[in-house]
């Protein structure tokens, strides 16, 4: 399966974006898929990930209560809804995808098979 993010851009302090990671090649709901982002500099950081089968989810304390991950079947595409978004937000992010993933190594980018070119998120004022 190939994935494509899109959504990113600067937005201001407090502000909010919506990132896509759309599919093709494959159905997106046999997949596992995580955001991580990584920012100039700094290790890339696994953000959100939503399991198969129940799509049960998690979140890095750095953007739990802001940020919330979610399928859209239809369209299939993993969306990641980013509110509250700090300058410390800024960074590449990349949505990956594994069929094989479980719960514990959900943060580990070795852990995925698939990944997008990545899109950029300024947050400035």
């Known amino acids: 399966v190939q994935l494509v993010e899109s959504g990113g851009g600067l937005v201001q302090p407090g502000g909010s974006l919506k990132l896509s990671c759309t599919a093709s090649g494959g159905p997106l709901d046999y997949y596992a898929i995580g955001w991580f982002r990584q920012a100039p500099g700094k290790e890339r950081e696994a953000m959100s990930c939503i399991l198969t089968g129940d799509g049960s989810t998690y979140y890095s304390d750095s953007v739990k209560g802001r940020f919330a991950i979610s399928r859209d079947g239809a369209k299939n595409t993993v969306l990641l809804q980013m509110n509250s978004l700090k300058p410390e937000d800024t960074a590449a992010y990349y949505c990956?995808?594994?069929?094989?993933?479980?719960?514990?190594?959900?943060?580990?980018?070795?852990?995925?098979?698939?990944w997008g070119q990545g899109t950029l998120v300024t947050v400035s004022s």
């Open positions: 990956a995808a594994s069929s094989t993933l479980i719960y514990s190594n959900y943060a580990r980018p070795e852990a995925y098979s698939n």
